[in-house]
């Protein structure tokens, strides 16, 4: 009651104080049918102003919550990374653990992150001499070294666990036996290691978990999808109140599904304390905190298999070659920038649910947007032409996507938009041009198949269009 | 269509020919409400008899199908063994695979079967013997054994694969976190290997699930318990069937919806033909396959964290001791007969689904009935007292339930019920009381507790009574 209290009182102050964007108060997803309408009064600021006086914002809404001991599984990673900078800039007490599984998967695909990342030890050590602030760095494999997890809750005592120690790519998982099994073993046992090691710890240890708008099966319920559970009518007309249907598109949207579960059962059984985060597609590569040093780079992926479709479309743009569309561009997605990421995932660390509560679930995402709209704004702003290639994903050609995204946007998040102008050029300037020549340009086409026949139809396609 | 002409076909034939049991024409499940009412109209007939008198029937109904190659994963347990003999008396070719788990576990827990049962080698030798049918039997593990059981598929090319290859006690599941971990670890990577398997295989195998009532969260839904899939209807009026919520009580049962969801998923990408079991308590021990000679006897489990409520009943019947309901009783559960386990199986294996239809799911339960009914019942045959000890459970203290098992009933199902007399006297008689010198009497206390409250409160509870 307290904390509601102080969140309301905070919430007020901040929007009298700092003239809340208008965009705070409007409820559910910003759909995208009037896009040209749009992108004409998009914003001119840069990046960097905007997120400056962002992060003003929340700085001010975070005032009231005091420092952390955050452990952050998979802190390595794409999302791991940034988010424990962010979470450090703001005054907490990050360890990250990670096993430098995608480092290794790296390797195993013979195409490593555009951008030059440096060692899990370099990186914090940059940050500290950046920042003043002090990270440890832990590598554990929290699939597998389950002694070792507990051990590390009871020496240091985290107040929060972000759980990012996940194999991330949908078409990855897609990719053959062993990485269907690789992404069910790994993040499947991850995460019921995690929840078993709180339980031993007897630490009220709260769980903030990163899973996917694909749990929801992308449209699959016909409306405006709710932030995990929905209200329903049971047959004899009971009214019940259910996790949302699971219908994933992926072995790996499949495990995000399986996690939902196991939360439900940890939180219904032993109390377990979580929220569960369902992002969207992340675009976008540095934030205000990897861009204060090159040591401290995020890493950037393009390849048909980690990177995602915004990100791949910048690296196209800006080796001048067509932008990769699967299928005919309809497929309906939620967005979500890198900075956004991080700070949802403060806002999240910040805000536990109250003891007792059940899994609090929020949807992480800015807005939506269908795939070939995205391309043609990518398009129109590097000047490349558009390949539609088959498909290598079974999925619908189209579909309508409609996102609630209340909950982030009522503690405060303002969140950067596609069509505002920041960013994108940006990506295609600093990032994409400035490393184009460490791109392997054979792995942007996809190289993974949802099946048998998908792998056979797909087989004329080619980088450079010409169907 | 074919199929199902053949089936009704099939059916009104049986009908006519039999006199089928007027249970047939019943929907739903049998309501225990008038317990002593149906008590006394009790057959007096011997379990034999009445078992011999139903596979007539069901040998009937099987007639139209051809025999099949089936592996059986987990053909060494206690539903797997009879299930196994059962379908090669059928005429199925039957490839016993099994890691000897459940063995292994006993060597844990330090308390093996009160059955003395043979090695696998020696079971399959005396089942030849005794039936003239070879089976033979594989040691692999499902879970751990990836590239093994591909290359059984691919040389064996089997028809079906029965999967009863996980952990399947909620106690033990529940006991500490290496039992958490390793009820995870092995259930849901051996269910994604079998379905990756089948997906590398290439071929059309039929998956057969044993799932757990336990699911549903046994009655959360507030109605009868549909088979797998629920209408509802979503905000805005629309109208959807879905697979009912997963509201699951421990770890191994959360393991059973994860399988549900992979098999949704696999179903949907790859279109595995896949028939998810729902089963209630399995009760009863031996079939009328595992009586022909005391080497192909099936295991008793009575001790607190395998042995099944009414088996550990009928052992305290038979030891004279009180016997252990937790909390008042009150908690309602589907109940089948092992019988009927194994004749629910080959209905299931002789009656896929169509190629690109959607999993199908069963409710393999033949009647519902409070646990505390069920010791008034044991209590009364054997003439024992009733000891009502503290949960080690964290469950609803009661709750209704009322299950749909229409599917199999229409399929030709005729179930072996409680109140029929059948069976549990016997069981006491011939099992339990012929091998009480093996039992370890504190074994039969719960050893497993759902969190440290619950291990708090059952502090005081003792075998005998006496709270």
Chains 1, 2 share one sequence.
Request: hydrophobic share 35%; glycine share 8%.
């Amino acid at each position: 009651m307290a904390r509601l209290l102080l969140l309301s009182l905070l919430l007020i102050a901040s929007a009298h104080a700092f003239h809340f964007h208008s965009s705070l108060c409007k409820t559910g997803a910003s759909r995208m049918s009037s896009f040209r309408a749009r992108q004409q009064r998009a914003e001119s600021s840069s990046l960097m102003l905007a997120t400056s006086r962002r992060s003003h914002t929340m700085t001010m809404m975070a005032a009231g919550s005091k420092p952390k001991k955050i452990v952050v599984l998979g802190g390595d990673g794409f999302c791991g990374w940034p988010t424990s900078l962010y979470l450090s800039e703001k005054g907490h007490d990050v360890i990250i653990v990670d096993n430098l599984s995608r480092r290794n998967i790296d390797n195993e695909l013979g195409c490593s992150s555009l951008t030059p990342i440096e060692s899990p030890e370099t990186r914090v050590k940059a940050w500290e001499k950046v920042s003043g602030r002090t990270m440890r760095f832990v590598n554990l494999d929290v699939a597998r070294d389950y002694q070792e997890l507990v051990q590390l809750f009871l020496a240091e005592k985290p107040d929060a666990v972000v759980h990012f120690a996940e194999q991330r790519a949908a078409p990855y998982s897609q990719k053959g036996a062993k990485q269907k099994r690789y992404t069910v073993d790994n993040n499947v046992s991850g995460t019921n290691n995690l929840l078993v090691a709180v339980v031993e710890s007897g630490l009220d240890i709260h769980v903030v978990h990163l899973g996917t708008m694909g749990v929801y099966g992308y449209g699959t319920s016909g409306g405006e999808i709710p932030e995990g559970y929905i209200d329903v009518i049971l047959p004899g007309g009971r009214p019940s109140s259910i996790l949302h249907p699971a219908y994933p598109g992926s072995v790996y949207h499949t495990t995000k599904c399986l996690d939902a579960l196991l939360f439900q059962f940890y939180n219904k059984n032993d109390g377990i304390r979580v929220t569960d985060l369902h992002q969207g597609i992340v675009w976008g590569t540095n934030t205000p905190q990897t861009i204060k040093d090159e040591r401290l780079i995020n890493r950037f992926d393009y390849d048909g298999d980690y990177g995602t479709v915004l990100n791949r479309f910048i690296m196209q743009g800006a080796l001048g070659v067509p932008l990769t569309v699967y299928g005919t561009g309809g497929q309906t997605r939620g967005f979500i920038h890198i900075t956004d990421t991080a700070r949802c995932i403060e806002i999240a660390v910040s805000n536990p649910p109250q003891a007792g509560e059940k899994v609090q679930i929020f949807n992480q995402i800015a807005e939506t947007l269908r795939v070939g709209d995205l391309a043609k704004l990518v398009a129109e702003k590097t000047g490349v032409d558009i390949n539609y290639l088959k498909n290598p994903r079974l999925e619908s050609a189209e579909n309508e996507l409609e996102v609630a995204n209340r909950k982030f946007r009522g503690l405060g998040l303002d969140p950067i938009l596609l069509d505002s102008n920041l960013g994108l050029v940006d990506e295609v300037k600093t990032i994409a041009a400035k490393y184009a020549d460490r791109c392997v340009r054979e792995k942007i086409l996809p190289a993974s198949f949802w099946n048998r026949r998908r792998e056979a139809e797909c087989e004329a396609n080619t980088l450079e269009g010409g169907k």
